[in-house]
């Protein structure tokens, strides 16, 4: 497919490469734009990423392939990454593709973060939700983020709005604490309204003690 603006898009696969030269190690493809170009345009892209050395989560070419962790490792510290979408604009995900794309289902929330939580210190995960251009989270997103932090994930990073929202902890039954940023806003796009051309970047310090005891420093 040719590049493609609103209402259904497809961007340039070069864009990939240009976010892994500024830095980026993990891409959220979980977002309600993913199947605006079908089947074969996620494929696609899942085939040409895999030529990239960055790790994807939100969509995925196989079942077996949404089952493997990702995992990444630095300074001998690991961290897991889960990535989501409430929907994909009315475009259904095939019957027999459910693995195609991470819909946010709390079934599924509850069974892949609990597998994930096990195999590492931190556990990240993306959610692409929330009413757009609201600064303020919604009920579902504010349910969502308690359920996530009684299941133990220690970040979660929400995306969607195009605008900033809040950031702040919630604290589970056990006594866990979660950092949850509603919407980190626009990073790039050609919206042009003041709150949309604002976005947000979240720097959080990941600290493992010598006792194994893993905490994000303040």
Sequence with gaps: HEPSSYPTFNSPQE???????????????????MMDKGVKGVLSTLNYLDTLPVHIIGAFA?????????????????????????????????????????LIDDDILRTEVSAL?????????SMHWGDEYHHQPNDEQKRLAQLLAELNVDVVIGSHPHVIQPMEYL??????????????????????????MLG??????LTKASDGYCFIAQ
């Design 200 to 205: 947000g970047l979240l720097y959080v310090k």
């Design 117 to 125: 939580r096990s195999q590492c210190d931190f556990l990240i995960v």
């Design 15 to 33: 864009i990939a490469t240009d976010l892994l030269a500024v830095g980026f190690d993990v891409f959220n493809l979980a977002n309600n734009h």
């Design 62 to 102: 196989s079942e077996e392939s949404r089952k493997q962790p990702v995992i990444l490792t630095k300074n001998g510290v690991t961290v897991g990454f889960l990535g989501y979408t409430y929907g994909t604009n009315g475009i259904t995900i095939p019957k027999d593709k459910p693995y195609l794309v991470g």
């Design 171 to 196: 604290t589970s039954a056990n006594g866990h604490r979660t950092l949850v940023v509603y919407s980190l806003g626009n990073f790039i796009s050609s919206q042009n309204k003041v709150d949309t």
